[in-house]
């Protein structure tokens, strides 16, 4: 007597893979790239056609700011009042004088300040490996 194959029986006989379907993860270039060059291209195109319409566009627009504040002016000549300021800051920052005589602090320029501090270490920090 004859069987006929069963379900499990095709299954085990099978000499193709099943045909399995899959989402492809990457775009194809081709469109990535046709994008890009369309939106360089426009762009490109835009301002030429910005600068023939308007031709005198361009050379009319001032690139210095002058804004003056409303009176009273409170600065005569305020570009030498800040680079005066900018001298004493840099004096004081690169220079010895007294902070107290009586308890003898000195201030040093920060540039020393930093070379001693390399050169000493801080009490309590450790040491660098050498």
């Not at 835009?46 to 308007?54: D, E, H, N, P, R």
Request: glycine share 4%; charged share 20%.
């Amino acid at each position: 007597m004859a069987t006929e194959p069963g379900p499990a029986d095709t299954h085990l006989h099978q000499t193709e893979p099943p045909k399995i379907a899959f989402e492809p993860t990457d775009w194809d270039l081709a469109p990535v790239a046709a994008v890009y060059i369309a939106t360089l291209v426009l762009l490109v195109i835009s301002c030429l056609v910005l600068i023939v319409a308007y031709p005198s566009a361009l050379p009319d627009v001032s690139r210095a700011l002058h804004i003056n504040p409303p009176g009273p002016r409170l600065q005569v000549n305020s570009e030498a009042d800040l680079q005066r300021f900018r001298t004493e800051e840099e004096q004081q920052l690169n220079g010895y004088y007294w902070i107290d005589k009586q308890k003898g602090i000195v201030h040093i320029p920060i540039d020393t300040a930093m070379q001693n501090l390399a050169r000493t270490g801080i009490d309590g920090f450790p040491k660098a490996q050498q």
